[in-house]
């Protein structure tokens, strides 16, 4: 786990709690050393400040760009909601407000690592709407033949939805699925995840196709199925 923050007494609590849950800890004190540690590290999870010296939280999300990197939580102390959809928006997996109790940041880090680690699944099937095709057994995303890098948590989303293609998903049911039962209100994170999925999927993110979106009731994947425009066969490959 790399920890980046400034804060000395901050980072020496949060470092012990992570430690004393087993985690190997690397502490860094500001943005651009962050950069470099997770482009060069294999870490499996980054805790980020966003008030740090010589380039910020966001400039370090800035920096990553939509690229697969290791999943982050943002840890922030300002606690506003447009600081937390804009976290998400920027590439960030979760978001944590100062001050958090050891309890609920050492759940937020399990949430995160568990959508990190997908199950293996018997499920062998390449689903596709159009020139989209999710590898449910690779755990690959595919757009006109090109992989795409997506995010842990994006790719868990996606399964979740391909998964069920032709079926409406309710919010409730994917916050729960995707995420865990305590987010199951939090909206926020699946509009969050669904706009950074079409900017990846839909040729057009304005009149999506691959994410549909169902009325107030949830999404679902692709088309229903006997409705798909593509050839017999090319949906869906079981
Ligand atoms: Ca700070």
Same mark, same amino acid.
């Given at each position: ?6 804060? *000395? ?15 190997? =800890? ?8 962050? +950069? *470099? ?31 697969? =990197? ?63 095709? +999710?590898?449910?057994?690779? *755990?690959? =995303? ?13 790719? +868990? ?13 309710? *919010? ?41 979106? +169902? ?24």
């Amino acid at each position: 786990m790399l920890l980046v923050e400034d804060d *000395h007494m901050l980072r020496d609590t949060v470092a012990a709690v992570a430690r004393g849950e087993g985690h190997a =800890v690397t502490t860094v004190g500001d943005g651009l050393s962050a +950069v *470099h540690a997770i482009e060069s590290g294999t870490f499996d999870i980054v805790l980020l400040d966003i008030g740090l010296p010589v380039m910020d939280g966001w400039a370090v999300l800035h920096q990553l760009g939509p690229r697969s =990197v290791p999943p982050i939580i943002v840890i922030s102390a300002r606690g506003e909601s447009v600081d937390k959809v804009r976290a998400l928006d920027a590439g960030a997996d979760d978001y944590l407000a100062k001050p958090f109790g050891s309890d609920e940041l050492l759940a937020r880090m399990r949430a995160v690592l568990r959508r990190a680690r997908p199950p293996s699944s018997d499920d062998a099937r390449v689903v596709r709407s159009g020139e989209v095709e +999710v590898d449910l057994s690779a *755990h690959v =995303v595919r757009r006109g033949g090109t992989a795409i890098a997506v995010s842990p948590t994006e790719y +868990v989303l996606l399964a979740e939805l391909a998964r069920h293609a032709g079926e409406v998903l309710d *919010h409730r049911t994917l916050l729960r699925g995707v995420w865990g039962p305590a987010y199951a209100g939090e909206r926020n994170y699946l509009w969050t995840f669904v706009r950074r999925l079409r900017s990846k999927l839909e040729a057009d993110p304005a009149n999506p196709t691959v994410i549909r979106t +169902v009325g107030h009731r949830g999404y679902m994947f692709g088309d229903r199925p006997g409705t798909d425009s593509q050839p017999a066969g090319s949906s869906r490959t079981d």
